[in-house]
């Protein structure tokens, strides 16, 4: 089984005391867990100060955007290089880049490629729209994205990357995909395709999240499907207590449950 990997993704909040306060209210209680993996995706602004700030605790961290360049004349952008060193992950083709910013899949391949090259973890995202999903396309939107994202990849260099399952009408919306659904479309569609791509093996050991509208009310249910190795989390992560709390049922459904640790 992959590590399951809980990522909180932040969005457009927090300043850097907000995010201080943050990692100093879960970094006790989160002391105890280990064999899940854990995290944050934070503003630019906060990672450096973050960085500093989660030494010495297992608090993975992560940005949530980057451009493919190294350097150069690209305004307001923010590159691989400045990245390394201060995060592990990076978020890329969250469905909120591809509405408001115009990411495509083409685009998400070439980050995906740049973030590989140095040494940064990307989370990719992919997922269908409220149209899509009524209208049945969720397999060929979904695939197409995975395709796409992945295209002229090599196998070692996929091994590394973290997928997450976001449908569109899911995020934020309050209303969580079932969890036979989440299940369902990472078994059949995400890492169906990955497989197809590059191979049982590759595929069987990705870390697939699912992600919109977890909270601690959900997370159980949703963490209990075989297929999902975690979350991509917004708008529950924001709050300490709420984030300790899915990262401590991830674990206990995860691993305690499942006999694995304890
Ligand atoms: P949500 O967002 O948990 O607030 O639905 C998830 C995401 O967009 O990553």
Same mark, same amino acid.
């Given at each position: 089984?992959?590590?399951?990997?809980?990522?909180?993704?932040?969005?457009?909040?927090?300043?850097?005391?907000?995010?201080?306060?943050?990692?100093?209210?879960?970094?006790?209680?989160?002391?105890?867990?280990?064999?899940?993996?854990?995290?944050?995706?934070?503003?630019?602004?906060?990672?450096?100060?973050?960085?500093?700030?989660?030494?010495?605790?297992?608090?993975?961290?992560?940005?949530?955007?980057?451009?493919?360049?190294?350097?150069?004349?690209?305004?307001?952008?923010?590159?691989?290089?400045?990245?390394?060193?201060?995060?592990?992950?990076?978020?890329?083709?969250?469905?909120?880049?591809?509405?408001?910013?115009?990411?495509?899949?083409?685009?998400?391949?070439?980050?995906?490629?740049?973030?590989?090259?140095?040494?940064?973890?990307?989370?990719?995202?992919?997922?269908?729209?409220?149209?899509?999903?009524?209208? /049945? #396309?969720?397999?060929? %939107?979904?695939?197409?994205? &995975? !395709?796409?994202?992945? *295209? $002229?990849?090599?196998?070692?260099? +996929?091994?590394?990357?973290?997928?997450?399952?976001?449908?569109?009408?899911?995020?934020?919306?309050?209303?969580?995909?079932?969890? /036979? #659904?989440?299940?369902? %479309?990472?078994?059949?569609? &995400? !890492?169906?395709?990955? *497989? $197809?791509?590059?191979?049982?093996? +590759?595929?069987?050991?990705?870390?697939?999240?699912?992600?919109?509208?977890?909270?601690?009310?959900?997370?159980?249910?949703?963490?209990? #499907?075989?297929?999902?190795?975690?979350?991509?989390?917004?708008?529950?992560?924001?709050?300490?207590?709420?984030?300790?709390?899915?990262?401590?049922?991830?674990?206990?459904?995860?691993?305690?449950?499942?006999?694995?640790?304890?």
């Amino acid at each position: 089984m992959p590590t399951p990997f809980l990522a909180g993704n932040w969005k457009m909040n927090k300043t850097i005391d907000e995010a201080l306060a943050f990692v100093e209210a879960v970094k006790g209680p989160l002391e105890a867990i280990d064999a899940v993996d854990y995290g944050i995706c934070a503003p630019f602004t906060a990672l450096a100060p973050l960085h500093d700030a989660v030494a010495g605790t297992r608090i993975k961290l992560g940005a949530q955007n980057m451009y493919w360049e190294e350097s150069g004349a690209f305004t307001g952008e923010i590159s691989p290089l400045m990245l390394k060193g201060l995060c592990e992950n990076v978020v890329i083709g969250h469905s909120e880049r591809r509405q408001y910013f115009g990411e495509t899949d083409e685009t998400v391949n070439r980050k995906i490629k740049a973030a590989l090259e140095h040494g940064l973890q990307p989370i990719v995202c992919v997922g269908e729209n409220l149209e899509q999903n009524e209208a /049945e #396309q969720t397999e060929e %939107v979904v695939s197409t994205q &995975v !395709r796409g994202a992945f *295209a $002229d990849l090599r196998e070692d260099q +996929v091994r590394d990357i973290v997928i997450a399952y976001e449908p569109i009408w899911a995020i934020g919306t309050g209303k969580a995909a079932t969890p /036979e #659904q989440a299940n369902d %479309v990472i078994g059949n569609v &995400v !890492r169906a395709t990955v *497989a $197809d791509m590059f191979g049982t093996d +590759v595929a069987e050991q990705m870390v697939i999240q699912y992600g919109g509208s977890i909270k601690p009310a959900n997370v159980e249910e949703l963490m209990s #499907q075989p297929e999902i190795n975690g979350g991509l989390v917004g708008g529950a992560s924001l709050d300490p207590e709420s984030f300790v709390t899915l990262v401590q049922v991830t674990y206990e459904v995860k691993i305690q449950n499942a006999g694995m640790g304890g």
